[in-house]
């Protein structure tokens, strides 16, 4: 009997994961004669597991699924062998038995097997952490000596990426790298080369690591059970002995082999189990929250002094075992020899090092001086959407309550303002309606404006693992072929600025053909009527001429958004950074409230945020019409409790935003303001205009990190200390608060922003006296009715909340299942006119430019710019051209050219790709794509349209190499999609006998200390 006909997976890889709606049957097992609640369907390995331990190397979590290549988890079902992580509990199933003799045999015979494949150091291993289960199952099987030889592969250690290394003959072929990389990333780059006469780990099917198709997520080292897959920082780092050179490394190693014959391992992992202990004094571990984009990935930090030895995602709602390159390898900037430690003051032509007291003295007192001569609206704030939302919660409150002024933003004021003045306008709340979860759980996905792979990489990560295993279909709209729009089911390309048109056709099609969901615009919905009547002019042809979409390809995408039984719409920069950003995003609502597509799980309006905490910056008032939890200024009622908490009056009327105040520094009417965590000559649009703003202030005071464009104009710089230097909070983009922990003592004389606002503060008069952040959440929580049931208490470790968060703590990861956010709970569709996008091409600006992030790196690279691997990889800027253009103008890949538009000029190599389309271009935000932005805005939250810019570009002479590095994922890498390990293959070598079964079984455990 072959194991291949016997033990066929129970479960196949589409099944992993998948959501079923109804509630499965609850069956009755008993496991050692233990009694066992079960439910049908389930992973016997999952209900054992609640009972007690048993071996599983290769199972990792529901989310990976079975993978089967281990064998260590056999027991006795029914009298017969299976694998509990392949099997599922089923109606007939009764008796497990995981103490028989018969398994106990079987499982140790499986880990023999893996030990073939794996040699045992674990007193100089890096790995030896506790954490290895390798190790951790050698114990646990009290295993003396091994059956089969280790046997070291015919290959190298693979060094060629920055970031990792793979040791082949470590490697125990357990497969879940593959599984992680095929059906979790679903980046689709590791296989098993099963067929090989020595298998191993293959990327692109057989090429090095570095150049592949590999985009160093690190899911495949964050589940690799032992040291094959290993974190470059870890290397020679983690243990006492580690660090010695390669030569007496492996002479130790020997000695530890030929010990093993004479002594067993007993002795040896004594040993090795002292020395992880003793690592436990050096090696810390500190759960964080990234730092970078929306998507809200924690993990623990493991540091040792302020090394970071590596990142660990496991236990994180958002993200469970995922990462980015960014979140799993972008840590390098906080320690970088760049970052700011001491205040500097402006002195002739440049800075010199002050104390804190004499900055802070310098701040107050010319704050102070310029309130009293020009009032208090002459001073601004902008608050970061990097820093935490205490920090930001500071920084509103010192503009309202120390300077006197509604004159405060954040800068989702470039990229989300407009999301969420569509959502206010339709549903009531300006957040994702739902989860991460409901993105992956929706029958169809449709995606606008949104390079999701590289902006927000593992909610991509879910989208692209439901639609490759699940069936969910997908549809993506977007000026450049990316990855989403490679994979999608339909695939296309309106003509900039113009969603607006095909979305509300959509809409207008629904209900002409009888799609719209009546029974739910009646019982939910208001303005019906007067919507409907708006769209008259939105017939499919306008859409199609208006887009120049293919009319049948709308009608396309018209039948599936009508059938799908839940949709989901992401939507990002590509639709917000336009004049009709706003409109546009209430478009997106409007179609999904015309469709019934609210209310239910799967269903929804995901404005996917840019910053870490860009979501959060919003929720605490940063802006300039609404307090935390967006109460607005104006309302008499709402300013006077904050009034009464805070002690002071405040000014009834709103504030000025970024844009306003940038114009209003050109006018002379600001004269001062106050910038944390926001490299404004960077980011927003017009770099040259805003430059020029700043230079017209009177003071200037920035709090960064690092010394970036924006410090050049200021006049005090206060040097502040990142997330891992700080305890706080980050709200997500699926409204989750998370608590982050300090994991390094701050630099130098760097400091929490929180402390800084709050000791300038105090100079300026204010009685504040905060301890610890929790105590401004505490401040947060009773001012805002969103956060009304946050603490640090209920925040604690993994825990997170999803606002609005009740008094009692209970919070809302799906938002109105109850009714709409507005008084009559009823939702409201809102009529929309089409209006051209400005700045078109003409004959001399004849190329429309489109700009957006890389994965890689965060906007404009202030932090990756700084992490030696990243730089390594993309070290160069580059604007996308496609082959017709090219072509048509005898251009390589590496040619030096220049871009100019109405406003200014930027000088970069070009990089021929059919990602972007005949006279368009790509130009990625490190380089500094806003001298060539302009000041046309979205009327309804003056978001500057930063993808409405027209462009000349000129050959220059210089010619160098192709601007992608070798090793750069995007380089030459050939992904092989396969649905996971494809353990069948291995069940075919002659090699594989199923354990338990063959004449094989020869070694025992040894009996445990006092056992039978
Ligand atoms: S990976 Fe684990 S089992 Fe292997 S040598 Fe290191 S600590 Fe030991
Ligand atoms: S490299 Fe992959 S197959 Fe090898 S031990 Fe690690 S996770 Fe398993
Ligand atoms: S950058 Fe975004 S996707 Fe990447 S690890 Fe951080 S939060 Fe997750
Ligand atoms: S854990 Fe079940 S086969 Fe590996």
């Given at each position: 009997?072959?194991?291949?006909?016997?033990?066929?997976?129970?479960?196949?890889?589409?099944?992993?994961?998948?959501?079923?709606?109804?509630?499965?049957?609850?069956?009755?097992?008993?496991?050692?004669?233990?009694?066992?609640?079960?439910?049908?369907?389930?992973?016997?390995?999952?209900?054992?597991?609640?009972?007690?331990?048993?071996?599983?190397?290769?199972?990792?979590?529901?989310?990976?699924?079975?993978?089967?290549?281990?064998?260590?988890?056999?027991?006795?079902?029914?009298?017969?062998?299976?694998?509990?992580?392949?099997?599922?509990?089923?109606?007939?199933?009764?008796?497990?038995?995981?103490?028989?003799?018969?398994?106990?045999?079987?499982?140790?015979?499986?880990?023999?097997?893996?030990?073939?494949n794996h040699l045992l150091y674990c007193t100089v291993c890096d790995?030896?952490?506790?954490?290895?289960?390798?190790?951790?199952?050698?114990?646990?099987?009290?295993?003396?000596?091994?059956?089969?030889?280790?046997?070291?592969?015919?290959?190298?250690?693979?060094?060629?990426?920055?970031?990792?290394?793979?040791?082949?003959?470590?490697?125990?072929?357990?497969?879940?790298?593959?599984?992680?990389?095929?059906?979790?990333?679903?980046?689709?780059?590791?296989?098993?080369?099963?067929?090989?006469?020595?298998?191993?780990?293959?990327?692109?099917?057989?090429?090095?690591?570095?150049?592949?198709?590999?985009?160093?997520?690190?899911?495949?080292?964050?589940?690799?059970?032992?040291?094959?897959?290993?974190?470059?920082?870890?290397?020679?780092?983690?243990?006492?002995?580690?660090?010695?050179?390669?030569?007496?490394?492996?002479?130790?190693?020997?000695?530890?082999?030929?010990?093993?014959?004479?002594?067993?391992?007993?002795?040896?992992?004594?040993?090795?189990?002292?020395?992880?202990?003793?690592?436990?004094?050096?090696?810390?571990?500190?759960?964080?929250?990234?730092?970078?984009?929306?998507?809200?990935?924690?993990?623990?930090?493991?540091?040792?002094?302020?090394?970071?030895?590596?990142?660990?995602?496991?236990?994180?709602?958002?993200?469970?075992?995922?990462?980015?390159?960014?979140?799993?390898?972008?840590?390098?900037?906080?320690?970088?020899?760049?970052?700011?430690?001491?205040?500097?003051?402006?002195?002739?032509?440049?800075?010199?090092?002050?104390?804190?007291?004499?900055?802070?003295?310098?701040?107050?007192?010319?704050?102070?001086?310029?309130?009293?001569?020009?009032?208090?609206?002459?001073?601004?704030?902008?608050?970061?959407?990097?820093?935490?939302?205490?920090?930001?919660?500071?920084?509103?409150?010192?503009?309202?309550?120390?300077?006197?002024?509604?004159?405060?933003?954040?800068?989702?004021?470039?990229?989300?303002?407009?999301?969420?003045?569509?959502?206010?306008?339709?549903?009531?709340?300006?957040?994702?309606?739902?989860?991460?979860?409901?993105?992956?759980?929706?029958?169809?996905?449709?995606?606008?404006?949104?390079?999701?792979?590289?902006?927000?990489?593992?909610?991509?990560?879910?989208?692209?693992?439901?639609?490759?295993?699940?069936?969910?279909?997908?549809?993506?709209?977007?000026?450049?072929?990316?990855?989403?729009?490679?994979?999608?089911?339909?695939?296309?390309?309106?003509?900039?600025?113009?969603?607006?048109?095909w979305l509300s056709a959509l809409s207008r099609y629904m209900f002409?053909?009888?799609?719209?969901?009546?029974?739910?615009?009646?019982?939910?919905?208001?303005?019906?009527?007067?919507?409907?009547?708006?769209?008259?002019?939105?017939?499919?042809?306008?859409?199609?001429?208006?887009?120049?979409?293919?009319?049948?390809?709308?009608?396309?995408?018209?039948?599936?958004?009508?059938?799908?039984?839940?949709?989901?719409?992401?939507?990002?920069?590509?639709?917000?950074?336009?004049?009709?950003?706003?409109?546009?995003?209430?478009?997106?609502?409007?179609?999904?409230?015309?469709?019934?597509?609210?209310?239910?799980?799967?269903?929804?309006?995901?404005?996917?945020?840019?910053?870490?905490?860009?979501?959060?910056?919003?929720d605490i008032g940063a802006a300039p019409n609404t307090f935390p939890?967006?109460?607005?200024?104006?309302?008499?009622?709402?300013?006077?409790?904050?009034?009464?908490?805070?002690?002071?009056?405040?000014?009834?009327?709103?504030?000025?935003?970024?844009?306003?105040?940038?114009?209003?520094?050109?006018?002379?009417?600001?004269?001062?303001?106050?910038?944390?965590?926001?490299?404004?000559?960077?980011?927003?649009?017009?770099?040259?205009?805003?430059?020029?703003?700043?230079?017209?202030?009177?003071?200037?005071?920035?709090?960064?990190?690092?010394?970036?464009?924006?410090?050049?104009?200021?006049?005090?710089?206060?040097?502040?200390?990142?997330?891992?230097?700080?305890?706080?909070?980050?709200?997500?983009?699926?409204?989750?608060?998370?608590?982050?922990?300090?994991?390094?003592?701050?630099?130098?004389?760097?400091?929490?922003?929180?402390?800084?606002?709050?000791?300038?503060?105090?100079?300026?008069?204010?009685?504040?006296?905060?301890?610890?952040?929790?105590?401004?959440?505490?401040?947060?929580?009773?001012?805002?009715?969103?956060?009304?049931?946050?603490?640090?208490?209920?925040?604690?470790?993994?825990?997170?909340?999803?606002?609005?968060?009740?008094?009692?703590?209970?919070?809302?990861?799906?938002?109105?299942?109850?009714?709409?956010?507005?008084?009559?709970?009823?939702?409201?569709?809102?009529?929309?006119?089409?209006?051209?996008?400005?700045?078109?091409?003409?004959?001399?600006?004849?190329?429309?430019?489109?700009?957006?992030?890389?994965?890689?790196?965060?906007?404009?690279?202030?932090?990756?710019?700084?992490?030696?691997?990243?730089?390594?990889?993309?070290?160069?800027?580059?604007?996308?051209?496609?082959?017709?253009?090219?072509?048509?103008?005898?251009?390589?890949?590496?040619?030096?050219?220049?871009?100019?538009?109405?406003?200014?000029?930027?000088?970069?190599?070009?990089?021929?790709?059919?990602?972007?389309?005949?006279?368009?271009?790509?130009?990625?935000?490190?380089?500094?794509?806003?001298?060539?932005?302009?000041?046309?805005?979205?009327?309804?939250?003056?978001?500057?349209?930063?993808?409405?810019?027209?462009?000349?570009?000129?050959?220059?002479?210089?010619?160098?190499?192709?601007?992608?590095?070798?090793?750069?994922?995007?380089?030459?890498?050939?992904?092989?999609?396969?649905?996971?390990?494809?353990?069948?293959?291995?069940?075919?070598?002659?090699?594989?006998?199923?354990?338990?079964?063959?004449?094989?079984?020869?070694?025992?455990?040894?009996?445990?200390?006092?056992?039978?």
């Amino acid at each position: 009997m072959s194991a291949t006909e016997t033990y066929t997976p129970l479960i196949t890889n589409s099944q992993v994961g998948s959501s079923s709606q109804a509630g499965p049957s609850k069956i009755a097992i008993t496991v050692d004669g233990n009694a066992v609640a079960a439910s049908e369907g389930e992973l016997l390995i999952e209900a054992i597991l609640r009972e007690k331990e048993i071996p599983h190397i290769c199972y990792h979590s529901p989310l990976m699924g079975p993978i089967q290549t281990c064998d260590t988890c056999l027991v006795e079902v029914g009298g017969k062998l299976v694998r509990a992580c392949g099997t599922t509990v089923s109606a007939g199933m009764r008796e497990v038995a995981t103490e028989s003799k018969r398994a106990q045999d079987a499982r140790a015979e499986a880990f023999d097997v893996i030990l073939g494949n794996h040699l045992l150091y674990c007193t100089v291993c890096d790995n030896n952490n506790e954490n290895c289960r390798v190790h951790n199952t050698t114990l646990e099987l009290n295993v003396t000596h091994q059956n089969h030889p280790f046997t070291p592969k015919p290959y190298e250690v693979d060094m060629s990426n920055p970031f990792y290394r793979y040791d082949p003959s470590q490697c125990i072929l357990c497969g879940q790298c593959v599984q992680a990389c095929q059906t979790v990333e679903v980046n689709e780059t590791l296989s098993i080369g099963w067929e090989l006469d020595h298998p191993r780990v293959l990327w692109d099917g057989g090429m090095q690591i570095g150049g592949s198709s590999c985009v160093s997520c690190g899911h495949c080292i964050t589940v690799c059970p032992c040291n094959a897959l290993m974190e470059r920082s870890m290397l020679g780092e983690a243990g006492f002995m580690t660090a010695i050179p390669p030569d007496s490394l492996n002479k130790m190693i020997e000695v530890v082999k030929d010990l093993e014959p004479e002594m067993g391992y007993g002795a040896v992992m004594q040993l090795s189990q002292t020395e992880a202990k003793m690592r436990e004094e050096r090696i810390e571990r500190t759960k964080t929250v990234c730092t970078y984009c929306g998507v809200g990935c924690s993990y623990d930090v493991w540091t040792r002094d302020r090394h970071i030895l590596k990142i660990v995602p496991l236990h994180g709602e958002s993200n469970q075992i995922s990462t980015c390159v960014k979140g799993k390898f972008g840590w390098d900037f906080v320690n970088s020899k760049d970052r700011l430690q001491r205040p500097l003051i402006r002195h002739e032509n440049g800075f010199r090092e002050a104390s804190w007291e004499e900055a802070l003295d310098l701040v107050a007192q010319r704050l102070g001086a310029i309130k009293q001569e020009h009032g208090p609206d002459s001073i601004a704030v902008i608050a970061s959407s990097k820093a935490s939302n205490e920090d930001g919660y500071l920084m509103q409150k010192f503009a309202r309550a120390v300077i006197g002024t509604n004159n405060v933003d954040n800068c989702s004021r470039y990229c989300q303002a407009p999301a969420t003045t569509g959502l206010f306008r339709t549903v009531g709340l300006g957040g994702d309606s739902g989860s991460i979860e409901d993105m992956g759980m929706a029958k169809l996905v449709l995606i606008v404006g949104s390079n999701t792979a590289e902006s927000h990489p593992v909610i991509a990560t879910r989208v692209k693992r439901a639609h490759k295993l699940h069936g969910q279909r997908l549809i993506v709209a977007d000026v450049r072929e990316h990855e989403m729009a490679e994979r999608a089911d339909i695939f296309f390309r309106p003509r900039p600025g113009t969603d607006l048109a095909w979305l509300s056709a959509l809409s207008r099609y629904m209900f002409d053909n009888g799609f719209a969901k009546l029974d739910f615009l009646q019982k939910w919905v208001n303005s019906v009527d007067d919507y409907r009547k708006s769209l008259d002019p939105f017939t499919m042809e306008y859409a199609a001429n208006i887009c120049e979409v293919p009319l049948a390809t709308l009608h396309r995408v018209a039948e599936e958004v009508a059938h799908a039984e839940t949709m989901c719409i992401l939507w990002a920069m590509g639709v917000t950074q336009h004049t009709a950003g706003s409109d546009t995003s209430t478009a997106i609502s409007n179609l999904l409230l015309v469709t019934g597509n609210y209310m239910r799980p799967g269903t929804g309006a995901y404005p996917l945020r840019g910053h870490n905490n860009v979501q959060g910056a919003g929720d605490i008032g940063a802006a300039p019409n609404t307090f935390p939890g967006y109460q607005s200024v104006t309302d008499d009622q709402l300013r006077a409790k904050f009034e009464k908490v805070w002690g002071v009056k405040l000014p009834n009327y709103r504030g000025l935003d970024n844009h306003e105040m940038v114009d209003a520094s050109l006018e002379g009417k600001l004269r001062a303001m106050y910038l944390a965590g926001e490299d404004m000559v960077y980011a927003d649009s017009n770099a040259n205009v805003v430059a020029a703003a700043f230079e017209k202030l009177e003071f200037f005071v920035v709090q960064d990190i690092f010394f970036t464009e924006s410090c050049r104009y200021a006049d005090v710089i206060l040097p502040a200390s990142p997330a891992l230097e700080k305890d706080g909070t980050f709200t997500s983009t699926e409204r989750r608060i998370q608590r982050f922990y300090q994991a390094l003592p701050e630099l130098g004389d760097s400091r929490a922003d929180w402390k800084i606002t709050q000791a300038l503060a105090q100079k300026m008069g204010a009685s504040w006296n905060y301890q610890h952040p929790s105590e401004i959440m505490a401040e947060l929580a009773s001012l805002s009715p969103l956060y009304a049931g946050c603490s640090y208490d209920r925040l604690e470790g993994y825990n997170t909340l999803q606002w609005p968060v009740a008094p009692d703590g209970k919070d809302q990861p799906l938002l109105y299942t109850e009714g709409f956010e507005f008084p009559d709970k009823k939702a409201r569709l809102y009529p929309l006119a089409f209006r051209e996008p400005t700045d078109p091409p003409d004959a001399e600006f004849d190329l429309f430019l489109n700009n957006g992030r890389q994965l890689e790196h965060f906007h404009e690279g202030n932090m990756t710019n700084r992490v030696p691997g990243i730089k390594l990889e993309t070290p160069e800027c580059y604007v996308e051209i496609s082959p017709e253009l090219a072509h048509e103008r005898t251009i390589a890949s590496g040619q030096w050219v220049r871009l100019t538009s109405r406003y200014g000029t930027v000088k970069t190599k070009a990089l021929v790709t059919d990602r972007v389309e005949a006279k368009q271009l790509y130009l990625p935000l490190t380089a500094h794509v806003n001298l060539l932005t302009g000041s046309n805005v979205d009327p309804a939250t003056h978001t500057p349209a930063f993808k409405e810019t027209s462009v000349k570009m000129e050959i220059l002479p210089e010619r160098g190499e192709d601007p992608l590095h070798p090793l750069n994922f995007r380089y030459s890498g050939k992904p092989t999609p396969q649905m996971g390990v494809e353990v069948e293959r291995k069940w075919k070598r002659a090699d594989y006998h199923f354990p338990g079964e063959s004449a094989l079984v020869q070694i025992q455990p040894a009996a445990p200390a006092g056992g039978k």
